[in-house]
């Protein structure tokens, strides 16, 4: 007996050709210290070692713009910081001067052991950004940053150790606590999205943010990654460091934040691991995904089991603002935490200080209230608490009908027949009114508008603004014409009156379409051959055999999904596969769909 399997490869994104920099390899340990000035904008550099420690350095000057590339670097110094980005004192980190994207390769370990600098310094009027290699693979870059914690008062990234408050200050600031004076400020931005990192501070200094003696000001923002950070004495494991020389207070600068968002996973801790202090010292803080902070439940009011729960952030103060301006690409209007279980439940750490609302666009799976929505709930999170999405009291039911993936080079009427759809049914005696529907994204979004369906599906119908008794109706997302690979989704926002009273919050569907390159044509079918002697077996026993299946995800344009893998298997007693597959082609009924455990399907 043989087994014949094909994946369906064609479904997985991938990278487009784009332009390349030239790139300069630099070993760090035989070829001295490195300095990167602006007038090399156009280079992006590798940056190598031997493995044996070095206590070379590299200065990233004012104005660079550009990509550098650790590759297994072993980097300690006392007199100087290990890698130093400089930026421009006095200098809004809203507008950055420098902009500097480091990329994690292998293991790289990068240690100061003195009491002034840092293993990566990052001045006002800067900002790094740190990935991995593969940005779906954590594992595959990892960074060790290490500050001495019984002396000194650097962050192991971020600003150094100022002494005096003037010694190496870079700017000012009012604070909430300063009564309109001015307070000296250091540090610039630091943004992480992939990659395995563990920074730990020196005895003042914060492992991600601020030194000693100066007031953090800069953005710190993790949106994916393995985060351990550990601050000295008296300071933030992330986030502020110690400012006035008696610890971390209440007290910070006007532009300082620190924002953790799924699916980064983090630990940050003060000095002797702290929990209280692993993260302080920013004026706005939304945090999520770190065992030390608040533990969050949410459920639905029925205890709806795998129910995904989204956060909208949109309505946090300063956010989105701060995303734009700073130019980093993610979603903030549906951020997924995660799905709740069996039991109807959900929980994960966080600390939200400010309104943040809660959603899922599951429906009712009740037999009393099929189909009907849950509304959402907006709050704050400072210590544990149960967070309980009540369903809408209307008689209305929704049924999702996924979209099915787009081939790029699609038509309009491909992208209208092949549209995420939803079947609304209004049962309840009494009328909604003033209904309006909305895309959240608005003009900016990657869906030409919605299209609403009578109950057949295919006759066109103007956008209902009453739902009646016995109302059905879809509504389509179809997408809009040219978009490349990816993966993209928006959010259906949808209000009304119910006996005369505003809905207390939207109705929120999330709509979602693929677009794909279907390399079927030239894909070749993975044939495995069993060994005879395991199919070697009397009438009626039957014998099962494990296919392991390792497939590389790598350099794809968008962050890998396992919904995104298909494969099929055909068993064939035939010696010729050839002549089986002829016999029984992909599309036949004889073709049996593989079952891919999700925990191993990343």
């Given amino acids: 007996m043989r087994l014949c399997s094909v994946l369906l490869l064609g479904l997985l994104p991938v990278t487009s050709l784009l332009a390349q920099r030239p790139v300069v390899t630099h070993n760090i340990n035989t070829e001295g210290s490195l300095t990167i000035t602006p007038a090399l904008f156009g280079n992006d550099y590798v940056i190598t070692g031997t493995g044996v420690s070095t206590t070379n350095t590299v200065v990233v000057q004012s104005e660079y713009e550009g990509t550098i590339t650790l590759n297994g670097v072993n980097m300690t110094n006392s007199a100087t910081s290990c890698i130093h980005v400089q930026g421009q004192n006095n200098l809004s980190n809203l507008t950055p001067i420098t902009k500097t994207s480091f990329i994690l390769q292998g293991a790289n370990y990068i240690e100061n052991t003195g009491t002034t600098h840092c293993a990566i310094q990052v001045d006002q009027g800067a900002q790094i950004y740190i990935s991995a290699i593969d940005p779906n693979d954590n594992a595959s870059g990892t960074l060790e940053a290490r500050c001495p914690i019984g002396s000194g008062g650097a962050a192991a990234i971020g600003a150094p150790n100022n002494i005096s408050t003037s010694y190496f200050t870079q700017g000012s600031s009012t604070t909430n606590c300063s009564g309109g004076s001015l307070v000296p400020t250091s540090g610039g931005n630091i943004i992480i999205s992939s990659g395995t990192i563990d920074a730990q501070g020196g005895y003042h200094g914060a492992g991600i943010g601020g030194g000693w003696w100066a007031y953090y000001n800069g953005i710190i923002i993790i949106y994916g990654g393995v985060i351990t950070a550990r601050g000295g004495g008296h300071a933030a494991g992330i986030g502020s ?25 983090i630990t940050a801790t003060g ?21 030390n902070k608040s533990l969050i439940t949410v459920r639905t009011v029925d205890f709806e089991p795998n129910a995904n729960i989204y956060l909208d952030l949109t309505e946090t103060t300063g956010l989105v603002p701060l995303f734009t301006t700073l130019g980093i690409g993610y979603d903030l209007t549906k951020v997924r935490v995660g799905r709740t279980n069996a039991s109807g ?6 600390e939200l200080q400010q309104n943040t609302t809660f959603f899922t666009d599951a429906s009712s799976s009740q037999t009393a ?33 996924p979209s099915t993936p787009l081939e790029v080079g699609y038509t309009v009427a491909q992208a209208g027949a092949n549209a995420h759809r939803i079947k609304v049914e209004y049962g309840d005696a009494t009328p909604m009114t003033n209904v309006a529907f909305q895309l959240q994204d608005g003009s900016g979004s990657n869906f030409a508008g919605l299209q609403f369906f009578a109950a057949d599906g295919t006759t066109p119908i103007a956008t209902p603004t009453t739902f009646t008794t016995g109302m059905v109706f879809y509504i389509a997302f179809p997408i809009k014409q040219g978009k490349p690979v990816g993966v993209y989704s928006d959010v259906l926002l949808i209000d009304g009156k119910f006996g005369g009273i505003q809905l207390p919050g939207y109705i929120r569907r999330i709509g979602q379409q693929r677009v794909v390159i279907n390399d079927s044509p030239t894909n070749t079918y993975i044939k495995v051959t069993a060994s005879p002697n395991q199919f070697t077996v009397a009438h009626p026993t039957t014998s099962t055999v494990t296919l392991t299946l390792n497939i590389d995800h790598s350099g794809t344009s968008v962050l890998y999904d396992q919904l995104d893998v298909r494969a099929k298997y055909l068993v064939t007693t035939i010696a010729d596969y050839d002549a089986a597959l002829a016999a029984s082609p992909l599309s036949g009924s004889d073709w049996q769909s593989l079952n891919i455990p999700a925990a191993n399907n990343t």
């Fill in 345 to 350: 439940v959900f929980e994960f750490h966080a």
């Fill in 241 to 265: 460091g110690c400012p006035t020389g008696s610890g971390v207070t209440t007290c910070y600068a006007d532009n300082s934040a620190v924002i953790a968002l799924p699916p980064a996973q």
């Fill in 369 to 401: 209230t099929l189909g009907r929505p849950y509304l959402p709930v907006v709050t704050t999170v400072t210590s544990s608490t149960t967070v309980v999405l009540p369903l809408l009291s209307t008689n209305i039911s929704f049924t999702d009908y």
């Fill in 271 to 291: 000095h002797n691991g702290n929990s209280n202090y692993g993260l302080t010292g920013a004026k706005n803080i939304t945090y999520i995904n770190d065992p």
